[in-house]
């Protein structure tokens, strides 16, 4: 399956085989943790916390830095989103992974606020020792790019774009 993924010029058909052949993993962790814990209301906080951990810096990094790359930015959203599912699952419990002591749960909260400061390390790190492979600031002259309202309209924004 990742030899098919490292074809450049993929088709729509081939696109959509790997599509289908993915998901069926996903369905089936999701619906083994819906069984274990039936919580939908815990998840779907968990969902946001999740996205807010693993996508708020690279995407913040990405428009305002200019030393940002896809290295940094991949690694930054793994360990991010991964940290808070290790945080979700030590002061929820649901999972009977950890079994944190009591005093520990007047920290609750705090699993939401650590992982973005994880990213943000691991963003910055791995964008940094990238450098030599992908630079990244090619593409950052995008942001000061207005393109005229007919290419919005037409969908071909960057079609006069011209890099700095």
């Given at each position: 399956m990742v030899g098919m993924l490292k074809k450049p010029h993929m088709g729509n058909t081939r696109l959509l085989l790997i599509t289908r052949i993915a998901l069926v993993p996903v369905v089936a962790i999701a619906m083994y943790v819906a069984w274990r814990s039936p919580q939908?209301?815990?998840?779907?906080?968990?969902?946001?916390?999740?996205?807010?951990?693993g996508c708020l810096v690279p995407l913040l990094g990405g428009l305002f830095w200019s030393k940002s790359n896809k290295y940094g930015a991949l690694a930054a959203i793994i360990i991010g989103?991964?940290?808070?599912?290790?945080?979700?699952?030590?002061?929820?419990?649901?999972?009977?992974?950890?079994?944190?002591?009591?005093?520990?749960?007047?920290?609750?909260?705090?699993?939401?606020?650590?992982?973005?400061?994880?990213?943000?390390?691991?963003?910055v790190a791995v964008a940094l020792l990238t450098q030599?492979?992908?630079?990244?600031?090619?593409?950052?002259?995008?942001?000061?790019?207005?393109?005229?309202?007919?290419?919005?309209?037409?969908?071909?924004?960057?079609?006069?774009?011209?890099?700095?």
């Amino acid at each position: 399956m990742v030899g098919m993924l490292k074809k450049p010029h993929m088709g729509n058909t081939r696109l959509l085989l790997i599509t289908r052949i993915a998901l069926v993993p996903v369905v089936a962790i999701a619906m083994y943790v819906a069984w274990r814990s039936p919580q939908p209301g815990k998840y779907l906080a968990l969902a946001f916390d999740v996205v807010l951990a693993g996508c708020l810096v690279p995407l913040l990094g990405g428009l305002f830095w200019s030393k940002s790359n896809k290295y940094g930015a991949l690694a930054a959203i793994i360990i991010g989103s991964f940290a808070r599912l290790i945080g979700y699952a030590y002061f929820n419990g649901t999972w009977g992974i950890f079994d944190p002591p009591e005093e520990h749960f007047r920290y609750a909260g705090i699993e939401t606020m650590i992982p973005p400061l994880i990213s943000l390390v691991v963003f910055v790190a791995v964008a940094l020792l990238t450098q030599k492979r992908e630079p990244g600031e090619y593409y950052h002259g995008v942001i000061d790019y207005i393109p005229p309202e007919d290419d919005i309209v037409l969908g071909e924004d960057l079609r006069g774009y011209k890099p700095p």
